[in-house]
């Protein structure tokens, strides 16, 4: 015969390959895994409630009747510091007579009893010292914000590390690469849903902490009797501070599934996690080396991104004179410190775990 039996339409199909599942579309499988875990709606359930909490407690401490009584009790002390500073020149009087006996006694004209700082113990405290401002929602949304992005990342850290960790255990992982080789691709589709579910997650935690600073304020305004002043303006507006507090979560979260991808087990993952934060960030970061390890821990520096900069004491040793002497300072870590130093970070564990994962045999 000559013929073929094969039609140009039909060679023309067989030429035709697969294309396989598009990045995006790995993605959007990854995350619909992540949504249907039972860990995942625990983390939304905890971050529903500890937002629940941190809300109650502010307008547990905003409450008229709550400012009222503090206004009262510092009325009280500004009455009693006056009575006694109607006994201050006698107390530095004292003060400057016993110095002069000690150092007579011993010699040394060097002796201090601090009495001319008396005077500083003295200066009158304003209310914003002790906590007596207007609730404006603004600021208790700053106030909080902070302390709720770190509760969100340590959720979803593990909630992260947990979501790739649990397909080495189970095999799933296995058999996906078989219906899909490209380990890159899968490894990095795994890595961004790690971060667009951190992103969701702290997208709901902050706005339902934004929602419940409003209404906190707008129930606890106090009456126009009670002279209370408002809280000192924000460096930043309240949407810089949440978006910098969202990528916090997220880099907690990508952090998460790539040291899953380098540890392979959820129970490995927890037990480093808890063990660098109390061996370094609780305890190594201010008993070693005078607090001068702080620029290099993650606690200070993600203060450092939130806060736009961050305070701490460290030791500084000199030597004047030929005598070495140390004392404590105050030391800044910048916000370009913080936010370098986290990008570096998260960029560094996901480049290696995702060239390890590439190499690495998978059952």
Same mark, same amino acid.
């Given at each position: 015969?000559? +013929?073929?039996l094969?039609?140009?339409? $039909? +060679?023309?199909? $067989?030429q035709?390959?697969?294309?396989? %599942?598009s ?18 709606k !625990?983390?939304?359930?905890?971050v529903? =409630? ?8 502010a307008?547990?401490?905003s409450?008229?009747e709550?400012?009222a009584?503090?206004l009262? *009790? ?13 006994d201050?020149?006698?107390?530095i009087e ?5 110095? !002069? ?12 009893f601090?009495?001319?700082?008396m005077?500083?113990q003295?200066e009158?405290p %304003? ?9 404006? &929602? ?5 106030? /909080?914000?902070?302390?709720?992005a ?11 590390g947990s ?11 296995? *058999?996906?690469?078989?219906f899909k ?12 849903? &790690?971060?667009?579910? $951190?992103?969701l997650?702290?997208? #709901? ?13 707008t129930?606890?305004?106090?009456? $126009? ?9 924000l460096?930043?507006s309240?949407a810089?501070? /949440?978006?910098r507090?969202?990528? =916090?979560?997220?880099?907690a979260?990508?952090?998460? !599934? !790539?040291?899953?991808?380098l540890?392979r087990h ?10 660098? #934060?109390?061996?370094v960030?609780f ?15 993650? %606690?200070? *520096?993600?203060?450092?991104? /939130?806060?736009?900069?961050y ?15 140390? %004392?404590?300072?105050?030391h800044?870590?910048?916000?370009? +410190?913080?936010?370098v130093?986290?990008?570096? /970070?998260? #960029? ?16």
């Amino acid at each position: 015969m000559s +013929h073929s039996l094969l039609t140009p339409e $039909s +060679h023309a199909k $067989s030429q035709v390959r697969p294309k396989g %599942t598009s990045f995006p579309g790995l993605v959007g499988v990854e995350l619909r895994r992540l949504w249907w875990r039972r860990l995942t709606k !625990a983390v939304l359930l905890g971050v529903v =409630v500890f937002t629940g909490l941190m809300v109650y407690g502010a307008y547990d401490q905003s409450r008229p009747e709550t400012l009222a009584q503090r206004l009262d *009790n510092y009325e009280v002390m500004l009455a009693d510091m006056e009575r006694q500073k109607q006994d201050l020149p006698q107390m530095i009087e004292d003060c400057r007579s016993a110095q !002069a006996q000690e150092r007579e006694r011993t010699g040394d004209p060097a002796i201090d009893f601090g009495c001319e700082q008396m005077n500083a113990q003295f200066e009158t405290p %304003t209310m914003e010292d002790m906590g007596i401002s207007l609730p404006i &929602a603004d600021t208790i949304t700053a106030n /909080l914000a902070s302390y709720a992005a770190f509760v969100y990342a340590f959720l979803v850290l593990i909630a992260m590390g947990s979501f790739v960790a649990a397909e080495f255990s189970t095999g799933a992982l296995g *058999n996906w690469l078989t219906f899909k080789p490209q380990r890159v691709r899968v490894a990095l589709s795994k890595l961004v849903a &790690a971060g667009v579910g $951190s992103a969701l997650v702290a997208a #709901l935690g902050l706005g339902l902490l934004n929602l419940g600073a409003r209404m906190v304020a707008t129930i606890n305004r106090p009456d $126009s009797d009670l002279e209370i002043p408002a809280p000192p303006p924000l460096d930043d507006s309240v949407a810089e501070l /949440l978006v910098r507090a969202v990528l =916090v979560v997220v880099a907690a979260g990508v952090l998460g !599934a !790539a040291l899953a991808l380098l540890l392979r087990h959820t129970a490995g993952l927890v037990g480093l996690l808890l063990g660098y #934060l109390v061996v370094v960030e609780f305890i190594a970061v201010n008993a070693f080396f005078g607090g001068r390890l702080n620029p290099w821990a993650i %606690t200070p *520096n993600a203060n450092a991104f /939130l806060g736009k900069g961050y305070t701490y004491n460290a030791e500084t040793c000199t030597t004047v004179d030929g005598n070495f002497s140390c %004392t404590y300072a105050q030391h800044e870590i910048s916000y370009t +410190h913080g936010w370098v130093y986290l990008l570096v /970070l998260v #960029l560094g564990v996901s480049t290696a775990a995702v060239l390890v994962f590439r190499r690495r045999d998978v059952t």
